[in-house]
């Protein structure tokens, strides 16, 4: 009797258990087999710090849940992930009764950044969340329009605008989760971006074709000052282009500096051909083309100009 009578239990604790479990999976399916809302809100404190070589970026925001304790619970609540992250999070209020629960997180969080327009670019920084276990026909997110950014949020040389936050859906082969997305956009200042990377360059071009008004016969003097502004270039574009990781794409910059070798190329090209005449004793031609050269100057910059606005 012994043996049927343990076995009656364990019988009994198993659909105990299986029980509990569909219980549990019940609560998060709202009236009617409809999937259970939950509302996420976000108050961004601050972007602590923007690492653009290592496609990274560490923040410091709130995040809570309102929901309806009758569809899911507390514990369903915090089965949760961030995608394109893992940082460290404590609860700081929760209160099952009233189906909210709220969390202090703060971490790195990972993106790849689009450096087309490096200088003057712009990044978004998102942080993707989604439920472990619970697809859209459990569990659906919705925006919670109180959420907002912390007016003293900056970073040190970039502006944040643009604060948004939105639900997606993501598929992961034939399930499909819901997705809840914050993002605040990364913006660097156009004139201090000007300043910094335009305006050095653009002076170092400028002083090298002031060899055009040096006069021919004194070719040594512009074949040197083409060189030396040339290496001073190429000195810059390194230093320009060390703030962010190996692209397999022209940057903005890349472009721009291509633009200004062409026109140092034009300058020494000139200066050879110019000292050319000058050791075949003639002056007169040599003069003659160093006007041309500098007539034609400004068609070959406007050229460049339109070519980058294509680009």
């Not at 949760?80 to 909210?100: D, H, I, L, M, R």
């Not at 950044?113 to 569990?139: G, Q």
């Not at 633009?259 to 000292?275: E, G, K, Q």
Request: aromatic letters at 14%; charged letters at 20%.
């Amino acid at each position: 009797m012994m043996p049927k009578k343990w076995f009656a239990v364990a019988v009994l604790v198993l659909a105990l258990a299986f029980l509990g479990l569909f219980v549990q999976n019940a609560m998060a399916v709202g009236p009617s087999g409809t999937p259970t809302n939950i509302r996420v809100g976000v108050l961004l404190v601050n972007v602590e710090k923007v690492d653009l070589s290592a496609n990274s970026y560490r923040l410091d925001f709130y995040l809570w849940f309102t929901f309806n304790p009758l569809e899911i619970s507390l514990e369903q609540v915090k089965d949760f992930e961030f995608v394109n992250g893992a940082p460290t999070k404590y609860v700081v209020y929760e209160n099952e009764t009233q189906g909210y629960l709220e969390y202090r997180v703060r971490g790195d969080f990972i993106r790849t950044f689009d450096f087309t327009r490096y200088p003057f670019e712009a990044h978004e920084l998102a942080v993707e969340l989604e439920h472990k276990n619970f697809n859209i026909s459990r569990v659906v997110f919705e925006e919670d329009p109180t959420s907002y950014i912390e007016e003293t949020a900056n970073v040190a040389g970039w502006n944040l605008e643009d604060f948004q936050i939105s639900v997606t859906e993501h598929a992961y082969g034939e399930d499909t989760y819901s997705r809840f997305v914050f993002s605040v956009t990364l913006k660097r200042p156009t004139l201090s971006s000007f300043i910094k990377s335009v305006l050095p360059i653009s002076v170092i071009t400028a002083i090298s074709l002031l060899a055009f008004f040096i006069s021919p016969q004194n070719f040594a003097q512009r074949i040197g000052l083409g060189v030396t502004t040339l290496l001073s270039a190429t000195a810059f574009h390194l230093s320009l282009i060390s703030g962010i990781p190996p692209t397999g794409y022209l940057t903005l910059a890349d472009r721009m500096m291509l633009s200004i070798y062409t026109i140092f190329l034009y300058n020494l090209s000139a200066s050879v051909y110019i000292m050319k005449l000058v050791d075949s004793k003639k002056p007169d031609e040599a003069a003659k083309f160093n006007r041309k050269a500098l007539r034609f100057l400004p068609i070959l910059i406007i050229t460049l100009i339109i070519i980058q606005a294509l680009l």
